[in-house]
């Protein structure tokens, strides 16, 4: 018997009718407790939903990441609002486009010129445009994940495995031109020498290099900037994918925080809280050429994006949202800590402080039935999350004290579990299936 009955009846319904049920990947119910976790939601308040079976949960997803000031936040909405009640999109442009790339320019170190889309993937898609414009080279070296487009899924043509430890396991690039194979290559996050042996095997051909400048953890000391030099020797533009990272870190997204500056940036997801927006911004020499290209689509002068985006902006400067975020993952790792330590729970909530993750110290075979465990009890506790905290400025006291205790309490079941070795046995569900496993140091 499950707990969300309604939740699953519709992704029955789903499945009828959606080839793979859901639209975003890491939406799959199967990434968190299966017949546990709701699927479905109704509405979002705050740091809160409520699923289709009347549940109430703490969402440490914050909408995959979209979601920086909290859900349905009253001055974003109420700017969105007004907004609609003015037309949303005009068969001419709109000021907002204008001041909109102002404030970005303001914010992010590299971004003297901007361009809009409205996906992450999109952006990425517009970015990789742009490199190969202005530099008139085709190849592309990457690192992480960027999207579910053409020139990047070319990566698994050349070899099966490719994206294997960029996205995650068994992607297969069906639907892909064969004839992209060789396009964009990957290459190992962290290692300075393997990316310099990648351009001077490709000399002359790469176009960019595109990478997340962080996710989870902070890069080594100088690797960052090794990168920027490589990028320049070998004439490629160093692209920073900020489209998860962004204004968490900072009002300068990673870059600002990291103190490297690349050549373009690609942000999405928290630069609007919720609504459709993305942008590539950069240096004036490498966007300008942009004029000349063909990317143009209708929906990028919506002003319901851009509305959101620069009321977002402002809100998260106004409000100072990153240092608040920075100091309440710290309380987060050191309360979840301390519960694992009075619970005699070998485990540690590590990572950077804005983006946090647990670590359960248990052999690697187990490691999958311990995380699922652990995603099943929070869930049942009230708590939506895979083992890794995404935070959102809606967040709060009250959300940090009932984690904690729903925390206490499912260490307590897998600490318990482990030592009567019958992990398998709690699981009401079947194991979560990896979430993106992503190249970033
Ligand atoms: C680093 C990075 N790039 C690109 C994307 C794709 O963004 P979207 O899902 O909005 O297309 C994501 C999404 O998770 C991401 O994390």
């Given at each position: 018997m499950t707990r969300v009955p309604k939740s699953m009846a519709l992704y029955e319904r789903a499945l009828q009718l959606i080839p793979g049920g859901t639209q975003l990947i890491s939406r799959r119910p199967n990434r968190v407790a299966y017949g546990v976790s709701p699927i479905y939601a109704v509405e979002a308040k705050g740091a809160r939903f409520r699923d289709v079976d009347g549940n109430e949960y703490i969402d440490w997803i914050s909408g995959i990441g979209a979601i920086l000031l909290g859900y349905a936040d009253p001055v974003v909405d109420d700017a969105v609002k007004e907004q609609i009640s003015k037309g949303t999109m005009y068969s001419v442009n709109h000021e907002l486009e204008i001041e909109l790339a102002e404030e970005l320019c303001d914010c992010i170190p590299c971004a003297e010129m901007v361009r809009y889309a409205k996906s992450g993937g999109e952006a990425c898609a517009m970015a990789v445009r742009i490199a190969r414009g202005a530099t008139g080279k085709d190849l592309i070296l990457f690192c992480g994940y960027h999207g579910w487009h053409d020139w990047y899924l070319a990566a698994n043509l050349a070899e099966e495995a490719s994206l294997n430890s960029h996205l995650f396991p068994g992607i297969e690039p069906i639907g892909v031109p064969k004839a992209l194979a060789g396009t964009a290559l990957p290459f190992p996050g962290g290692d300075l020498m393997a990316l310099a042996e990648m351009l001077e095997q490709h000399k002359g051909r790469v176009a960019a290099i595109m990478m997340e400048p962080l996710r989870s953890e902070v890069p080594a000391p100088d690797?960052?900037?090794?990168?920027?030099?490589?990028?320049?020797?070998?004439?490629?533009?160093?692209?920073?994918?900020?489209?998860?990272?962004?204004?968490?870190?900072?009002?300068?997204?990673?870059?600002?925080?990291?103190?490297?500056?690349?050549?373009?940036?690609?942000?999405?997801?928290?630069?609007?809280?919720?609504?459709?927006?993305?942008?590539?911004?950069?240096?004036?020499?490498?966007?300008?050429?942009?004029?000349?290209?063909?990317?143009?689509?209708?929906?990028?002068?919506?002003?319901?994006?851009?509305?959101?985006?620069?009321?977002?902006?402002?809100?998260?400067?106004?409000?100072?949202?990153?240092?608040?975020?920075?100091?309440?993952?710290?309380?987060?790792?050191?309360?979840?800590?301390?519960?694992?330590?009075?619970?005699?729970?070998?485990?540690?909530?590590?990572?950077?402080?804005?983006?946090?993750?647990?670590?359960?110290?248990?052999?690697?075979?187990?490691?999958?039935?311990?995380?699922?465990?652990?995603?099943?009890?929070?869930?049942?506790?009230?708590?939506?999350?895979?083992?890794?905290?995404?935070?959102?400025?809606?967040?709060g006291s009250s959300e940090l004290e009932q984690t904690t205790q729903a925390a206490k309490e499912t260490f307590t079941i897998i600490a318990e579990s482990i030592a009567a070795n019958n992990v398998a046995s709690k699981l009401e569900c079947s194991l979560q299936k990896d979430a993106f496993r992503r190249l970033v140091r």
């Amino acid at each position: 018997m499950t707990r969300v009955p309604k939740s699953m009846a519709l992704y029955e319904r789903a499945l009828q009718l959606i080839p793979g049920g859901t639209q975003l990947i890491s939406r799959r119910p199967n990434r968190v407790a299966y017949g546990v976790s709701p699927i479905y939601a109704v509405e979002a308040k705050g740091a809160r939903f409520r699923d289709v079976d009347g549940n109430e949960y703490i969402d440490w997803i914050s909408g995959i990441g979209a979601i920086l000031l909290g859900y349905a936040d009253p001055v974003v909405d109420d700017a969105v609002k007004e907004q609609i009640s003015k037309g949303t999109m005009y068969s001419v442009n709109h000021e907002l486009e204008i001041e909109l790339a102002e404030e970005l320019c303001d914010c992010i170190p590299c971004a003297e010129m901007v361009r809009y889309a409205k996906s992450g993937g999109e952006a990425c898609a517009m970015a990789v445009r742009i490199a190969r414009g202005a530099t008139g080279k085709d190849l592309i070296l990457f690192c992480g994940y960027h999207g579910w487009h053409d020139w990047y899924l070319a990566a698994n043509l050349a070899e099966e495995a490719s994206l294997n430890s960029h996205l995650f396991p068994g992607i297969e690039p069906i639907g892909v031109p064969k004839a992209l194979a060789g396009t964009a290559l990957p290459f190992p996050g962290g290692d300075l020498m393997a990316l310099a042996e990648m351009l001077e095997q490709h000399k002359g051909r790469v176009a960019a290099i595109m990478m997340e400048p962080l996710r989870s953890e902070v890069p080594a000391p100088d690797y960052l900037s090794g990168v920027q030099q490589l990028a320049k020797e070998h004439g490629a533009v160093l692209i920073f994918d900020e489209v998860s990272a962004g204004l968490r870190f900072g009002m300068g997204g990673a870059q600002g925080f990291l103190g490297v500056t690349p050549d373009l940036a690609v942000f999405a997801k928290s630069i609007s809280n919720g609504y459709p927006m993305a942008a590539v911004v950069g240096r004036r020499d490498v966007m300008e050429p942009a004029a000349r290209m063909f990317i143009s689509s209708t929906y990028w002068s919506d002003t319901i994006g851009l509305r959101a985006a620069l009321t977002t902006l402002k809100e998260a400067r106004r409000r100072n949202v990153s240092s608040q975020l920075w100091k309440f993952g710290a309380e987060l790792k050191s309360s979840l800590n301390a519960a694992a330590a009075a619970c005699g729970l070998s485990a540690e909530c590590i990572g950077i402080d804005v983006h946090p993750a647990m670590h359960f110290k248990v052999p690697g075979e187990m490691r999958s039935e311990v995380t699922t465990l652990y995603i099943q009890e929070m869930a049942k506790r009230g708590c939506h999350g895979y083992a890794s905290f995404y935070l959102n400025a809606a967040q709060g006291s009250s959300e940090l004290e009932q984690t904690t205790q729903a925390a206490k309490e499912t260490f307590t079941i897998i600490a318990e579990s482990i030592a009567a070795n019958n992990v398998a046995s709690k699981l009401e569900c079947s194991l979560q299936k990896d979430a993106f496993r992503r190249l970033v140091r």
